[in-house]
C-alpha cells in the first residue's frame, strides 16, 4: 500500500464523517429549544463544537442564525478537494 493510498483511506472517510457532522449541526440549528447536552444531540455537538466556538467569535450570528456550521462544511469540502480530489496534493504529490 503506498502513501497516496493510506492518505486517502485514512483522511476521505475522516473528512466526510466530518462534512456529514457539520450538515447535521445545521438541521439542529432549526431547533432552537434541543438541549445539545443530551443524547443522540451531544454526539453531534461534542465534536464539531470545538471548532465552532473559536468561528463564532470571529463571525457572530448574522440576524439570530449561527452560519458557523455553513462556513464549515464549505471549509471541510475545500480541503478534502484541495488535498484528496483527483487533482488533489495528496494524487499529485504521490
Do not use: K
Not at 445539545?36 to 465534536?47: A, C, D, G, I
Amino acid at each position: 500500500m503506498d502513501i497516496a493510498t493510506l492518505l486517502n483511506w485514512l483522511l476521505g472517510p475522516l473528512l466526510a464523517i466530518l462534512t456529514l457532522l457539520f450538515i447535521l449541526r445545521i438541521v439542529l440549528t432549526w431547533y432552537p429549544q434541543i438541549n445539545l447536552n443530551q443524547f443522540p444531540y451531544n454526539l453531534v455537538s461534542w465534536p464539531t463544537e470545538p471548532l465552532l466556538a473559536p468561528t463564532r467569535r470571529v463571525i457572530p450570528p448574522l440576524g439570530g442564525v449561527d452560519i458557523t456550521p455553513v462556513i464549515w462544511v464549505f471549509l471541510v469540502s475545500l480541503i478534502q478537494q484541495l488535498f484528496l480530489g483527483p487533482q488533489g496534493l495528496v494524487n499529485l504529490i504521490f
